[in-house]
């Protein structure tokens, strides 16, 4: 986009865990109850009160450091990152700073022009979350809700490998996709579960030396990453052509007017005073934990996809899709293993009819009203040529609605397609007798009009004719 | 020996203990004399911050009703005291300060519990340095604490209220905190014993947080056989403290009968360098050759670094508080400015009028030496420091089984003597900090007088040797009687 500039990115991934109590308390994590409703004496920071670590939390870390080919720290140490804000209740944030627990991973994405890029993880470190400040509904002062305070986060930091808003994006899916196979995270956008900031910065192709960065807070869609990380890249080179300077500092994305807006600068920056809490031991991990933990892992998106090509015979970019998330990938196996019909097919439908239902409903695949073996079976009556691939989305629908399995459908509907060559050919004589100036000008040359007379022979049979056949009787009729 | 022909508030727990189980009086007795003690002489003494007469008649009865149904725990119906910064339920926990003037807490510290579990009932809760920063108890929000030898001199601190309250015979035993020497330099200035166990051997949950590696919980009493029994019920794992340690709790009480005999006693040097007075350093020495003429074995030790601690506990402590304070910032407890303007101005105003002098000193020496560009050259130097002191000590206890010296280097001295000269008052815990950087057990007792001031005998033994160091000094008890001396006036 960009001529002579070239954009760098890093981005900070915060992941929330899906423990079911806090990382440092024995408090609920549950979202959307009543505010303050699950924050305990640790949580609310009061006198005295002392944190204890969530195993769980660790065991769950390490299993990302695993997934994405990390070191998983055997010794990391939790630290104090001070400063004031009414929705951090210790006056500090529980965080690893020089210590963190993953180090050193990496992932692929695909790159711009569509070619394997690895983007190295810096590190992954866990920390607590803060609470809120809720600014409506009261006069003159805000309120605090710390149900979220001491929600485990683990925060991803890649390097500045990314080179363009689509990388970053393509990167932010991959880790999105890997947390939710590894049930370390729902992943949920909208509840804050999964949010990024963006370091982005442009530099003159072909320097080495970094150009200065603005750090993009908070965002918390794929569509957001990308436009607010483009119109970064805009306002910075505009900035640079215009004889001026990048400044440090931290922006925010408004979505409303889709710009980033200066939050802070550099000069106003906290010194976050961090050193290691004395509160809290360091976490010490022995090679049998570690090894436990990897056999826990299971099948990881790029695995699967490779699988998935050699296995099934798909398309490398059906693959990709379909391995996204856990939950379509076992769909689709289960699809592919039941249905006599072909591997690649059941990607289509899934890819197709399945996946533009379930978004127009705002479902998961897992509560699709078409399960897996329902719908192997409606793809075994178009493979022995019961029903033709139109009637087949006719008995689809109909199967979303409740109707049945698809043979009940196309029984009840009388949906079973014509095979029968004797009844096909007496149908194409009478549509051939009843149209024939058009038979004349196929006849001349003009063979594009087949097309016309399948479609009139389907007409005549309400779609229930064998195209292949139709097509085959068409040609040799009209000869 | 202590007994029967004795006023009860002259008795210690263990012979309290005795006087219970025979039916001699009841806990309300006990409870009722103890209290009408506490508020005669509280106005002259200002030892507590609040006293719980009433919780302590309920939890008095209670425990008569325990006993009589035969379910005695083993401080049953037993009076003691909490320094004010343990927080105790429904009852103000203020830590000394203004910031916390108004404070009730919501839950019980651990060592709370674990006392009232055994049965033990509170009768108050003692003053203290604000927020156990202080070596005089003069930081206080509450005013200072009159020393009962002679009340123009301050207890030392910061578990002053405790050492006083336990010296002026109000009560037998008292909790106390120790970050840097506030249960044993006030032990010594009152003449009292005073037990700092080793760091994680009690729990520090609901104990208000100072400087977390350093802090402590221990007892002030007046004999060794006292503490042990207080301490015994103190020890022990407590899972809400992720640095409390799973270490068998021996029985301290059945430790006592070991003899100094063999007992290898270390003696360092640098302790009897130039700022120990010559009187205390005198009856330090006749301590010394007590234990030899018992068959203790003296050896010189050395500490090569022991004169770097009072520099490193003032980073260390200072960095670790700047932290642990930040939670007082009038958002959701304590004190809050009135119509603050903004949320600056009510964080400025609710920490500028809830925090004394030396509480802000501390927090703004902490806050520096945490700061970017200062931090590798301060808190990181004193945390390698701390690793050197810790090794000394180490060292060692490879050739001996306890140090011995003086717990300060003088006797009590004027409430406001020293309160313009901080370094001065620092240099008060220059023999007990060491014990803190490295972790370790020590117990300070009566070991003379001084001008008619009580002079205080610190030992300090390696990890988890609380049962060595109250043996120790239970067998220097049975040899002397300065534990059993008491003020004048609170006889």
Redesign the interface.
């Known amino acids: 986009m960009s001529g002579h500039w070239e954009v760098v990115i890093g981005l900070e991934i915060h992941t929330q865990l899906a423990t079911k109590s806090k990382i440092f308390s024995g408090a609920s994590t549950a979202y959307g109850a009543d505010p303050n409703t699950q924050a305990c004496?640790v949580d609310?920071?009061?006198?005295?009160?002392?944190?204890?670590?969530n195993a769980e939390v660790v065991r769950m870390a390490a299993k990302f450091g695993l997934a994405v080919n990390a070191t998983v720290a055997r010794r990391s140490v939790f630290a104090?990152k001070?400063y004031?804000y009414?929705d951090l209740?210790?006056?500090?944030q529980i965080s690893q700073y020089e210590l963190p627990i993953v180090e050193y991973g990496e992932l692929f994405i695909r790159d711009d022009e569509g070619r394997e890029k690895r983007v190295g993880i810096t590190r992954a470190h866990l920390e607590e979350d803060a609470g809120k400040s809720v600014h409506t509904s009261f006069a003159k002062s805000s309120g605090?809700d710390l149900n979220r305070a001491g929600t485990p986060l683990l925060e991803i930091v890649s390097e500045p490998d990314l080179r363009s808003a689509r990388e970053a994006v393509a990167y932010m899916r991959k880790i999105h996709s890997i947390v939710r196979y590894l049930e370390i995270s729902d992943g949920n956008m909208q509840e804050g579960s999964f949010r990024c900031d963006a370091n982005v910065s442009v530099r003159p192709r072909g320097q080495e030396e970094l150009g200065t960065r603005a750090e993009i807070k908070n965002l918390n869609s794929f569509r957001f990453v990308e436009r607010a990380i483009n119109f970064e890249i805009e306002r910075q080179i505009e900035v640079i052509e215009d004889g001026g300077e990048v400044v440090q500092e931290t922006r925010l994305y408004d979505s409303d007017k889709d710009e980033t807006r200066s939050m802070r600068s550099k000069e106003e920056a906290n010194?976050y005073?961090?050193?290691p809490d004395?509160?809290?031991?360091p976490v010490e991990l022995d090679d049998a934990f570690v090894e436990a933990v990897r056999a826990t892992l299971p099948e990881l998106p790029d695995a699967k996809q490779e699988r998935f090509v050699a296995h099934y015979g798909l398309k490398a970019a059906d693959a990709e899709i379909l391995t996204t998330s856990r939950a379509q990938a076992d769909y689709y196996e289960v699809v592919a293993e039941k249905t006599s019909a072909n591997a690649q097919l059941a990607a289509n439908w899934i890819i197709g009819d399945l996946s533009s239902l379930l978004n127009k409903e705002g479902i998961d695949i897992q509560e699709s009203r078409i399960g897996a073996a329902d719908l192997a079976g409606l793809l075994d009556r178009i493979a022995d040529n019961t029903i033709s691939g139109k009637i087949a989305k006719e008995v689809f629908d109909a199967m979303w609605s409740g109707e049945g399995s698809a043979d009940q459908i196309i029984e009840a509907r009388g949906l079973k397609q014509i095979t029968d060559s004797g009844a096909i050919e007496s149908i194409v004589d009478a549509v051939i007798e009843a149209n024939p100036g058009q038979a004349a000008e196929y006849r001349s040359g003009k063979e594009k009009l087949l097309g016309f007379f399948v479609g009139q022979v389907m007409k005549e049979t309400g779609g229930k004719a064998n195209p292949a056949q139709v097509n085959q009787i068409l040609k040799e009729k009209l000869e | 020996m202590a007994g029967k022909d004795q006023a009860l508030h002259m008795r210690t727990l263990a012979s309290l203990t005795r006087g219970l189980a025979a039916g001699e009086f009841s806990s309300r007795e006990l409870t009722e004399a103890l209290l009408a003690r506490i508020e005669s002489h509280q106005p002259a003494l200002n030892a507590f911050i609040t006293i719980t007469a009433e919780l302590a008649l309920l939890q008095a009865d209670r425990a008569d009703k325990v006993r009589a149904a035969g379910n005695a725990g083993p401080l049953n119906g037993l009076p003691i005291v909490h320094k004010d910064?343990?927080?105790t339920q429904g009852v103000l926990?203020t830590?000394g300060s203004r910031i916390?003037d108004n404070?009730v807490?919501?839950?019980d510290?651990a060592v709370v519990e674990r006392v009232a579990a055994a049965g033990a009932v509170m009768l108050g809760k003692t003053n203290m340095d604000e927020f156990a920063m202080g070596s005089s108890n003069e930081t206080s929000y509450f005013g200072p604490v009159a020393n009962p030898w002679d009340k123009k001199l301050s207890p030392g601190g910061s578990s002053g209220g405790s050492a006083a309250a336990v010296a002026a015979r109000l009560v037998p035993a008292a909790t106390g905190t120790d970050t840097g020497g506030s249960i044993r330099q006030p032990a010594a200035l009152t003449g009292t014993t005073g037990i700092k166990p080793t760091y994680g051997r009690v729990s520090?949950?609901?104990?208000?947080?100072f400087?977390?590696?350093l802090d402590q919980a221990g007892v002030i009493t007046r004999s060794a056989e006292d503490a042990a029994m207080l301490l015994g019920v103190m020890a022990g794992h407590d899972?809400?403290?992720?640095?409390s340690v799973d270490h068998p709790v021996p029985d301290y009480g059945a430790a006592l009968g070991k003899s100094v005999k063999g007992l290898k006693v270390g003696v360092v040097r640098q302790h009897f360098d130039e700022g120990l007075d010559d009187e205390c350093a005198a009856r330090v020495k006749d301590a010394l050759k007590t234990l030899e003429d018992a068959g203790a074995e003296l050896v010189d030790v050395d500490l090569p670094n022991i004169g770097l601690s009072v520099p490193t506990y003032y980073v260390v402590a200072p960095?670790?508080c700047?932290?642990n304070?930040?939670?007082?910032?009038g958002?959701?407890?304590g004190h809050r400015a009135e119509d603050p303007e903004d949320?600056l101005d009510l964080?400025c105003r609710s920490r500028g009028e809830g925090f004394g002098a030396e509480v802000k000193r501390r927090v703004m020496t902490g806050?520096y030496v945490?700061?970017?560009g200062y931090?590798d050259a301060y808190?990181l130097k004193a945390q390698k420091v701390r690793q050197l002191i810790s090794q000394d000590f180490k060292n060692a206890f490879e050739r001996v089984d306890v140090i011995a010296g003086p717990t300060a280097p003088t006797t009590a001295f004027a409430i406001g003597e020293k309160t313009d000269d901080p370094i001065t008052m620092y240099l008060n815990d220059i023999y007990t900090i060491g014990a803190n950087l490295a972790g370790l057990p020590g117990i300070s007792i009566p070991c003379g007088f001084a001008a008619g001031l009580p002079v205080g005998l610190q030992l300090v033994g390696p990890h988890f040797a609380e049962a060595t160091l109250l043996a120790s000094a239970h067998q220097y008890q049975q040899m002397t009687d300065w534990h059993l001396e008491a003020p004048g006036d609170f006889e």
């Open positions: 004496l609310l920071g009061y006198p005295g009160v002392l944190p204890v670590l104090r001070n004031f009414p209740p210790k006056g500090y605090i010194d005073r961090y050193f004395p509160d809290l031991l | 910064l343990f927080c926990t830590c916390l404070f807490s919501p839950y510290a520090r949950y609901g104990m208000v947080a400087a977390s590696s899972g809400r403290d992720s640095t960095a670790e700047s932290s304070l930040s939670r007082f910032d958002v959701r407890f949320l964080y806050t945490l700061s970017a931090y808190y």
